[in-house]
């Protein structure tokens, strides 16, 4: 190619300016880039409708069903995050359009906000620091709920992320079952996990924590039946995204103690309404949707999406893309 123009585009001006050592990246490459913030599809048109790729920073939405179409020259969007539930990737797929994204990016910082939500809701210290800050310094409050050793953690998806967490929890002696329609029994084996159906996961675990990604398939993938399934003493983990689970059927739940408690750094909406009632629920730990969050995470999105934008340019698949049954606009090795 001889000609290969980058379009990176952001929400808003919190991206900041594109570090200095991701230019010389994109230059040592020859690649023709440029930057913008764009918010309405006809910002994204007039910026991008001759890029080969467009690059996605943040929860910008302004790539979109309609406004894909005029990406007329496009033959790849890298999205810089692990989710891309913000491109319309069934319509990129129909266009020839990869659509990448950085899952490695945050690898390990969610999967220690999974772990340190989990241990904070078994430990109850969200609810003991709120009862000592509120003068209250009670032995027997907010009594840790149980062991980890011994206990069984269901996974729900079975990505970087989820297999990061078994890694890192291998220490406390627990059993691990997943499930993943898309992922082998012996690849889940091979880490020591046990793949199971979903109904068998959400009814045999002490703890479910959810790594799937939003789409069409696993929105609502766990409501009412699902969360009915659960053990009563049992905890519900989410550091993926909200719409995975039918909130409305979550927060029935656990008014009626169909199991027992919750962690969550995603909500069905962000920010949630002042009148969630989760907010005032005692068993529920939530975090602002920054499980992903570190010194070192920003880097690492700029890091992995320059590596795709020159997989592309060099005519290579890029370490990671979501829409595997593409035909590509261009023939990539």
Known sequence: MDRF?????????????????????LNENNLEWAYEECTTREELSRFASDA??????????????????????????IRAGSGTDNIPVEEATKLG???????????????????GLLLNVVRQISFQDRAIHNGVWKLDSGRPRCQMRGQTLGLIGFGNIARNVIQKLSGFEMNFIVY????????????????????????????????????????????ERELRLMKPSGILINTARGKIIDEAALIKALQEGWFDAAGLDVLDEEPPDP???????????????????????????????????????????????????????????
């Open 97 to 115: 359009i990869v659509v990448a994204h950085t899952p490695e990016a945050t690898r390990e910082e969610v999967s220690d906000h999974t772990i």
């Open 180 to 223: 993943d329609k898309y992922v082998s029994s012996e690849v889940i084996e091979a880490v020591g996990a046990k793949a199971k159906d979903l109904a068998e996961v959400m009814a045999q675990s002490d703890f479910v924590s959810i790594h799937c990604p939003w789409t069409p398939d696993t929105f609502h993938l766990i409501g």
């Open 275 to 333: 009148d969630n009632p989760l907010l005032k629920m005692e068993n529920v730990v939530l975090t602002p949707h920054n499980a992903g969050g570190s010194s070192v995470s920003q880097e690492n999105f700029w890091r992995y999406s320059l590596d795709a934008a020159v997989a592309f340019s060099q005519g290579h698949w890029p370490r990671s893309y979501v829409n595997h049954d593409v035909k590509s606009r261009w023939d990539l090795t």
């Open 52 to 77: 080969d790729v467009v690059w996605v920073h943040g929860g910008s939405k302004v790539v979109t069903v309609d406004s894909i179409k005029d990406l007329k020259h496009c033959g790849a969007i």
């Open 5 to 25: 123009k980058v379009a990176i585009v952001a929400l808003d001006a919190t991206l900041g300016e594109v570090p200095e050592w991701i230019q010389a990246g």
